[in-house]
T-cell receptor
Framework: DSGVTQTPKHLITATGQRVTLRCSPRSGDLSVYWYQQSLDQGLQFLIQYYNGEERAKGNILERFSAQQFPDLHSELNLSSLELGDSALYFC??????????????FGPGTRLLVL | AQSVAQPEDQVNVAEGNPLTVKCTYSVSGNPYLFWYVQYPNRGLQFLLKYITGDNLVKGSYGFEAEFNKSQTSFHLKKPSALVSDSALYFCAVRDSDSGAGSYQLTFGKGTKLSVIP
């Protein structure tokens, strides 16, 4: 158990809908990262937050957005869902207080299925 | 830009034999290299990392990895494979020159390791 929690574990929804994925980082970690894992694209970085502020953006669609709250938990919002958004979404966290050498610890993921 | 390649989609090894999972990388600065393992329906678990220093890094569950700067490689190894090692293995890299505050990892496509009893 990495100490990173994600809810829900599974999510089934329809095209066009909007969903919210939640992540709680390890105690003491200030950074949260979101990744998408799909069969065709592999594991792709979406976005990073550090202590409430956006720090880096990867291959995140405009239909997707995220935020990190004062208690450091993070939410990933996916809207206007398409079939191709079906994937496993991971959250990771790190201390992020130093030089970027810190290990990222991953949560168990949320499996999203868009029908 | 940073990138990582895992040239083998699948590696099969007999139980008790040594195993190697290959990884090569490309960065403009110095690499920070990581190995993760993913079991079915689970998240990624951290195995080991190379930041600097000794080229041979020891990690969890008896795994080790050798950093080779001239060959830009960071192969994962274990002297004696167990059936329970069967999983998906990911190599990841972060470029030390990626810029202040941007600490994203770039992952390889993954290598499926099957240890045959």
């Amino acid at each position: 158990d990495s100490g990173v929690t994600q809810t829900p574990k599974h999510l089934i929804t329809a095209t066009g809908q909007r969903v919210t994925l939640r992540c709680s980082p390890r105690s003491g970690d200030l950074s949260v990262y979101w990744y998408q894992q799909s069969l065709d694209q592999g594991l792709q970085f979406l976005i990073q937050y550090y202590n409430g502020e956006e720090r880096a953006k990867g291959n995140i669609l405009e239909r997707f957005s995220a935020q990190q709250f004062p208690d450091l938990h993070s939410e990933l919002n996916l809207s206007s869902l398409e079939l191709g958004d079906s994937a496993l979404y991971f959250c990771a966290s790190s201390v992020e207080g130093g030089t970027g050498k810190e290990t990222q610890y991953f949560g168990p993921g949320t499996r999203l299925l868009v029908l | 830009a940073q990138s990582v390649a895992q040239p083998e989609d699948q590696v099969n090894v007999a139980e008790g034999n040594p195993l190697t999972v290959k990884c090569t990388y490309s960065v403009s600065g110095n690499p920070y290299l990581f190995w993760y393992v993913q079991y079915p329906n689970r998240g990624l678990q951290f195995l080991l990392k190379y930041i600097t220093g000794d080229n041979l890094v020891k990690g969890s569950y008896g795994f080790e990895a050798e950093f080779n700067k001239s060959q830009t490689s960071f192969h994962l190894k274990k002297p004696s494979a167990l059936v329970s090692d069967s999983a998906l293995y990911f190599c990841a890299v972060r470029d030390s020159d990626s810029g202040a505050g941007s600490y994203q990892l770039t992952f390889g496509k993954g290598t499926k390791l099957s240890v045959i009893p």
